[in-house]
């Protein structure tokens, strides 16, 4: 009570949102990309093998990276657009 | 004054006709200080895979991220060469073998700065933009692609 | 069996119409080998001239010459890259500003082959086909064009 | 008489066709393709100025080449398709 909350939205997409078995997770308490990464490969063992990077509020990230509050991060697995 | 530029919908559900792209090359006839079009066209490729032939590509796309993206290689490659008009188009949903999934569309006074910038962009709309395609084959099995 | 090439004629009596540019994208869409299509299309230019506006250009070839040298021209560009299609079309009269004069497409498996073949394509037409454009201004004085 | 004919024809293309003010002309005798330019140029002194190229039974020539009996010569002005 009175502790600010960290709340984030993950979007999932391709084969990560195909063996998540949903394209939207809301997740709370992370702070940093390599965190969650931690916290999925755990919970979800299944995606380890999966190739993806991850984008911050719409932008693509590399190595650890902060999760503002509120933040929309996305797991993307390669483009195979065009 | 400058034209200002946003961000506009690239992405038509479907495949993208050959009519729209005859409407889209019609537009232009009144810009008459245009001397070279170039369009790149993606078709959907009837490939063997594993389990069978491939019947249709399913897109899907993070679209605000995709969108974004795409208003910011417009404006890089509109800084880089001296282009009239530029125009991309992506299919989201089914596009069948042979239908059209992706129209990209340059147009510049001579024919360098169209060429060139055409042949950008379809590289970089295949690297940087958020989408997947998955292929479906025959026997319902699905297979996501991935570029290069 | 090796597919015979005869020579066929690339010439078309005034402008280009989307339409028939559209029938063309439309007439590959049974091909499901081909993955890309690179399209190059001439436009007239509403260009400045001593003595006014350019209103229209009128082409004129050396019909047999042109023919054999583009069917040369094929012949050397299917052996240096692996296209599926490649079709060649150039008008001869007269062609008004904003309307189509040259249209080159290839098509190929892989994209890069159709992007780099069609380029190399309108390069090779604009210096080895025997072909003039006469640009017809306002006050009816004509000029002779000169590539490059 | 008894002699062969040299006949051979020249066809005119864009500017050099204007100024010849026909688009063939048929001559004969002229060995030779630097021979056939001193003729026009005798004949015609308004193309002296015109950058041309010649072909000789539809091939592009450089430098001296000769004429072949019924040869279809060309007077080709700098290209300007597409």
């Known amino acids: 009570m009175g502790s600010v909350e960290h709340k984030f939205k993950v979007l999932a997409f391709g084969m990560i949102a195909e063996k998540l078995k949903t394209s939207e997770l809301e997740l709370e308490g992370i702070p940093s990309t390599e965190v969650l990464k931690g916290y999925l490969f755990q919970q979800y063992p299944e995606i380890k093998d999966t190739k993806f990077s991850i984008s911050v509020n719409r932008k693509q990230v590399k190595g650890d990276s902060p999760i503002p509050n509120e933040a929309e991060v996305a797991l993307l697995p390669p483009f195979s657009g065009g | ?148």
């Open chain 2, 1 to 148: 004054m400058e034209k200002q530029r946003k961000p506009k919908n690239i992405f038509v559900e479907g495949p993208i006709s050959p009519e729209k792209i005859a409407q889209s090359i019609a537009n232009h006839s009144s810009k008459t200080d245009i001397g070279g079009h170039s369009i790149f066209l993606g078709q959907v490729r009837a490939d063997e895979k594993e389990g069978g032939k491939v019947r249709a590509i399913a897109y899907s796309a993070y679209e605000e991220m995709a969108l974004e993206k795409a208003f910011e290689i417009r404006e890089e490659i509109f800084a880089k060469y001296p282009l009239t008009c530029m125009h991309i188009y992506h299919s989201l949903g089914e596009v069948k073998v042979g239908e059209i999934c992706l129209f990209v569309f340059t147009s510049s006074k001579h024919r360098k700065a169209a060429i060139e910038s055409c042949e950008e962009l379809v590289e970089r709309i295949k690297k940087e933009l958020p989408v997947w395609g998955q292929e479906l084959v025959d026997n319902e099995k699905a297979v996501w692609k991935e570029n290069q």
